[in-house]
C-alpha cells in the first residue's frame, strides 16, 4: 500500500489531511476554518505558513487540500461545528459559509479503531490494513498526490512498555496474533499511516508513532514523522518567556501552573492515567529550560468552560543579592481556535517534507510541540529559527 515515489518532487500538489480523531472540536474548527480561508471568507491568521518564508516554499494551496479521516464518534462535523457556534467559539457566518465543505469532508470520515468496544475480532495487522485502505482509498478516490495523517484523538495513557516494541520484527509478529493487542489505538493508526504511505504528525501526547519499532519502521519506508502534543498555549507561552530569565542569568525557583478546561478535552483529562500523559509532555520542555526540578502542574475539569481553557502560571525567581521577583500569567483562550492553525501549518510541511523524499522524524518541526522528538530544543524563539531555515532548504530540494 505504499504510495509511489514517483509522486513525490512537487509539494504544490492536491494533498489529504487525515484526521484521527476527525469529529472531535479541533478537527471540525480545523476543516471550518481551511474552508473559510479557501474561498476568502477569512484570512489565515494564526497559520505560521501562511507567512514568509513558508508563503513562497511551494507549500499545497489551502484550496488543494482535502479533508477525511478516521472517528469512532457517530456526533458529526457539522453537528461538532454547531455545538462550537452555541459556546462563542465559531462566528455563525462562517458556519454557514463552511456547511457544505464540513458536509463534505464528514462524509469521507470513516470508523476509526476503539480497542474498548469489543467490535474487532481481528488481529490488529488486520485492523491497521483496514484504516489504511481507507486512506489509500481516499487518496486514489480525490486524486491526491499525498496523504498526512494528523492524530487529534484523545489523549491515551502512557504505554506500558513490552519488548516487541524496540523490535520491528517482533513488533509485526505481535501484531499478526489476534490474541494480543501489544499497541494502543493511536500507534495503530500510525502503523496505518506507514502502511498507506501518508507522512504523520502526532498532536496527541498519546505514543502514536513514537514506539521505536515504528519510528524505524517509518524512517525504512520514507515516511515524514513529526510529533509530539501539539505547542498551543500555556506551554507556548513558557518556551517564550523561561529563555529570557536564562538570557539575563536569572534563576528560577519554581515555575507552577493550573489549567482550567471543559468539554472533551477536559473530560478525557480528568482520568489520571490519562493526565498522566499530558503531564509529562507539558512539563519536560519548561524543565529542561529552567533548570528547576519544581514545576508543579495541575489540569482540572471544569465542564462549565466548554472548549475555553484557563492557564495561570506562577513564577518564582531568584536574582541579584538573592533578591526576589514574581512573575504571573494568566492566559484564556478557545484551545481548538489555537491547535486548528497549527493543524493546517504541520498537514503542508509534511506535504513538502514527503515531496522531497524525507523519512523518519523532523526534528526542525519542533517547532509546534510541547515534546518534541529527537529533539531537546524547547526554546521557541530557536525552534522558529530551526523551522525557518528547514524550510528554505527543503523547498530549495524540491525546486531543484
Not at 499545497?60 to 461538532?80: E, Q, W
Not at 492566559?331 to 504541520?346: E, G, I, K, R
Request: include cysteine.
Amino acid at each position: 500500500m505504499m504510495h509511489d515515489a514517483s509522486a513525490r518532487h512537487n509539494a504544490a500538489e492536491r494533498t489529504g489531511i487525515w484526521f484521527v480523531g476527525a469529529r472531535g472540536s479541533v478537527a471540525s474548527t480545523a476543516t471550518a476554518g481551511l474552508a473559510a480561508i479557501a474561498d476568502g471568507q477569512s484570512p489565515p491568521t494564526g497559520c505560521v505558513t501562511a507567512r514568509e518564508p513558508f508563503a513562497s516554499a511551494g507549500l499545497p494551496g489551502f484550496a488543494d487540500l482535502v479533508v477525511g479521516g478516521h472517528d469512532i464518534s457517530s456526533v458529526t462535523m457539522t453537528k461538532r461545528a454547531e455545538a462550537l457556534v452555541e459556546t462563542g467559539m465559531i462566528p455563525p457566518r462562517l458556519l454557514a459559509a463552511t456547511h457544505d465543505a464540513l458536509e463534505r469532508a464528514d462524509a469521507e470520515v470513516r470508523p476509526g479503531y476503539d480497542p474498548h468496544a469489543g467490535k474487532e475480532n481481528a488481529s490488529q495487522q488486520a485492523v491497521a490494513e483496514r484504516l489504511a485502505a481507507d486512506i489509500t482509498s481516499f487518496r486514489e478516490r480525490h486524486d491526491l498526490a499525498r496523504v498526512v495523517m494528523v492524530d487529534l484523538s484523545s489523549t491515551e495513557a502512557p504505554v506500558v512498555h513490552v519488548p516487541e516494541h524496540d523490535d520491528p520484527d517482533a513488533l509485526l509478529a505481535a501484531l499478526a496474533d489476534s490474541t494480543r493487542a501489544v499497541l494502543p489505538a493511536s500507534s495503530v493508526s500510525a502503523y496505518a499511516a506507514i502502511l498507506a504511505g501518508a507522512a504523520y504528525a502526532a498532536f496527541t501526547p498519546s505514543a502514536g508513532m513514537g514506539i521505536p519499532a515504528l519510528a524505524r519502521l517509518a524512517r525504512e519506508r520514507g515516511i515524514p514523522v513529526a510529533g509530539q502534543d501539539g505547542k498551543t498555549g500555556q506551554t507556548w507561552l513558557r518556551t517564550v518567556l523561561a529563555p529570557a530569565f536564562a538570557a539575563r542569568n536569572l534563576k528560577v525557583l519554581s515555575w507552577s501552573g493550573t489549567n482550567l478546561l471543559g468539554g472533551g478535552d477536559g473530560a478525557t483529562l480528568a482520568d489520571p492515567d490519562a493526565v498522566r500523559s499530558k503531564l509529562a509532555t507539558k512539563a519536560r520542555g519548561l524543565t529542561a529550560l529552567t533548570g528547576s526540578e519544581t514545576t508543579p502542574l495541575h489540569i482540572d475539569n471544569v465542564p462549565d468552560l466548554g472548549d475555553i481553557k484557563v492557564a495561570w502560571d506562577h513564577v518564582h525567581v531568584e536574582g541579584f543579592l538573592g533578591s526576589r521577583l514574581t512573575l504571573q500569567t494568566t492566559w484564556s483562550a478557545h484551545d481548538s481556535m489555537l491547535a486548528a492553525p497549527l493543524v493546517l501549518d504541520l498537514a503542508r510541511l509534511l506535504a513538502l517534507a514527503h515531496a522531497a523524499g524525507i523519512s523518519g522524524t523532523i526534528e526542525e518541526l519542533g517547532f509546534f510541540f510541547k515534546d518534541p522528538w529527537d529533539s531537546d530544543v524547547h526554546d521557541a524563539a530557536e525552534q522558529a529559527r530551526a523551522l525557518e531555515e528547514w524550510v528554505r532548504r527543503t523547498s530549495a530540494q524540491v525546486q531543484r
